[in-house]
């Protein structure tokens, strides 16, 4: 096990720079995960990690050691690729025995890691057979058996769940939860999915455009988001973003038609005048009477209602913008109806229109 | 597809078949009986047929020792393709300066007639002493270049993620070559294993410059010889023929399958 550490780590194509120097520091035996839309360097971060792609700035450390020059197979990390990457002409046996091989492991030793690493992941019967011969969930164990025999001080995922159907990736979330508990290994996950994120991390770094917009407990990256990106991109249906400006020196006015006024929050030392007000769509109700304490009433026209099981979500137009709300599951309003919907204020989100930046 | 348009396809494709196989058939006939082609009406089924004429080609040149000098050099010819073609075409999926004009370069000496080569390569062989050589008969079919462009898009076709993933393993670039790219490129290696050994085994030109002795003769410099010794040759020629044919043949059966999607692999795959 070991900590690893990015320092204004850069990398560019040319004259296309995709990561921004970025600083990070992953503590010893965390699992933390790297999540953002396509095209966010988290991918890229990784690989330079691995040694895959050149660094064209900065320092990665892992323990205490410098590692940019350092090759690959000299970084003491196991990675597990989305496509799983298992050699097609070897069995599975070969596939988790192939590393050691050439790290001059002994062949008792050799087995022995093979058999610990099987019976974990619950591959003793298919030692024999080919990756063509298994399913994907089986190959994905298999990759993941491939990096345990290795015993690194690192592992990474790079999306290692994208090519799985939605029952079995979370069946295999659970286990790379169970793994990382059992082997405390430091992990660095690259996903694009939210869920994975939250789900699997004991931090989440949220990347955007090629830099780090928050890092954070899954908790406080939902909870607490410091930038619109972040609020946006954390949370399914994702928060609603509505357009606001400042009225008064404590208030602002939300929305363009609808308009509601909130307070800022007390401390806020913000000064400026656009801002993004920010509600999760589960701190919306449906209205019955009249507004309680820290509740504002909005009116809207309901344009879809999604009913998913455990609750209700209601699609609303308020004054051209669409809000979200989630709802009981019983609640279901007409399509086309005129709704009055009750938003808990005390959990909204302010942010700065300009910078993007929460507002504190 | 309907009944019909399959009858008059297989029938089509019958023919052509027997067209392709007559001159075989024929050479095979004449070799165990030694009948003149040119006799009315030919007779189809062998009359008599037996193995003198192999006999008599085995014993009037030195059969073993052509074939010998033949079979080193059509090895030492499929090892070096195989490994220098295997590493060329691996070095032509990386990227590297310059990469668009080695292509452009090798793609125009495909097109330089070996024969417009001819003096170059026996001026550079005689100054490098291996005239008379297997060596030397061997030289100039050591690498080819359809074969390097064809190692080249079989490795293309690997998924990056398995170098990747064989780097982080440990592997050296030599190691990823030999142990993930070549087994995973089988058409790529049987094609190239057949092309090398057909193309050297059939050389008669290079091997009719370079080689001054009949030690280091080749059985198509030794066809020539035999047809050179004798007035009626037509028996033993055509059981000679077939002994020089039958080698090329196994290896080219023996292979056949992977051949054939080394040949059309570029089709389905990019």
């Known amino acids: ?360 | 597809m309907s009944r019909f348009h399959r009858i008059v396809t297989h029938g089509i494709l019958i023919i052509v078949c027997i067209l392709m196989l007559t001159p075989i058939y024929w050479v095979l006939k004449t070799s165990v009986t030694g009948d003149n082609l040119f006799v009315y009406p030919p007779s189809i089924i062998p009359d008599d047929p037996n193995l003198f004429f192999y006999v008599e080609a085995w014993y009037t040149v030195d059969f073993v020792r052509l074939f010998f000098n033949s079979f080193a050099i059509a090895t030492l010819v499929v090892i070096a393709n195989l490994f220098l073609n295997a590493m060329a075409g691996y070095a032509l999926t990386k990227q590297f300066p310059a990469k668009g004009l080695v292509l452009t370069f090798l793609l125009m000496s495909m097109m330089i007639p070996f024969h417009a080569t001819i003096i170059p390569a026996y001026l550079l062989t005689a100054d490098l002493g291996l005239l008379n050589s297997k060596l030397g008969i061997a030289l100039p079919t050591l690498s080819h270049i359809v074969c390097i462009l064809l190692f080249k898009s079989n490795f293309e076709a690997v998924p990056n993620s398995l170098i990747q993933a064989a780097r982080i393993d440990g592997l050296s670039e030599w190691r990823i070559l030999t142990r993930i790219m070549m087994p995973l490129s089988k058409p790529a290696v049987a094609t190239n294993i057949i092309l090398s050994f057909i193309w050297s085994w059939n050389d008669f030109l290079w091997p009719l410059i370079v080689v001054r002795s009949q030690e280091q003769q080749t059985l198509p410099l030794g066809l020539v010889s035999f047809l050179a010794s004798f007035e009626d040759t037509t028996g033993s020629l055509y059981a000679f023929c077939v002994l020089v044919v039958v080698p090329s043949m196994l290896v080219f059966l023996l292979a056949q399958k992977d051949f054939i999607r080394g040949l059309t692999s570029g089709a389905t795959k990019g």
Request: aromatic share 6%.
């Open chain 1, 1 to 360: 096990m070991a900590t690893v550490e990015f320092r204004k780590l850069v990398k560019r194509y040319g004259t296309h720079q995709v990561v921004h120097g970025i600083d990070l520091a992953i503590n010893d035996g965390e699992f933390l995960v790297l999540v953002g839309p396509s095209g966010c360097g988290k991918s890229t971060s990784l690989r330079m990690l691995a040694g895959l792609e050149d660094i064209s700035g900065g320092e990665i450390l892992i323990g205490d050691k410098v590692v940019n020059e350092v090759e690959p197979r000299n970084r003491d990390i196991a990675m597990v690729f989305q496509d799983y990457a298992l050699y097609p002409h070897m069995s599975v046996y070969e596939n988790m025995a192939f590393s050691l091989h050439y790290r001059d492991t002994p062949k008792q030793e050799i087995r022995t890691r093979v058999m610990e690493a099987a019976e974990i992941l619950g591959l003793q019967d298919l030692l024999d057979r080919r990756p063509k011969q298994l399913s994907g969930g089986q190959r994905q164990r298999v990759a993941m058996g491939r990096a345990i025999v290795r015993k690194p001080q690192v592992f990474l995922f790079d999306e290692p769940l994208s090519n799985l159907d939605a029952k079995l990736r979370g069946s295999m979330r659970l286990e790379i939860k169970k793994l990382h508990r059992k082997l405390g290994v430091t992990t660095v996950y690259v996903t694009h999915d939210q869920i994975e994120a939250m789900t699997l991390a004991d931090r989440v770094v949220v990347m955007n455009s090629g830099n780090i917009d928050q890092v954070g407990t899954p908790e406080d990256v939902y909870h607490s988001p410091q930038t619109i990106f972040v609020a946006g991109f954390i949370g399914s249906p994702t928060m609603n973003l509505l357009p606001a400006k400042r009225n008064g020196s404590a208030t602002i006015v939300v929305g363009e038609k609808s308009d509601f006024h909130v307070q800022l929050p007390a401390k806020s030392a913000s000064n400026t005048d656009a801002f993004v007000f920010g509600i999760r769509p589960e701190d919306i109700a449906i209205a019955s009477g009249d507004p309680e304490d820290g509740r504002v009433h909005v009116d809207g026209v309901v344009d879809v209602v999604e009913a998913l099981g455990p609750d209700t979500l209601v699609f609303a137009d308020v004054g051209g913008h669409q809000v979200t709300a989630r709802v009981r599951p019983d609640v279901k309003p007409d399509i086309g109806q005129p709704v009055r919907l009750s938003l808990d204020v005390s959990r909204a989100h302010f942010f700065e229109s300009e910078s993007g930046k929460v507002v504190s």
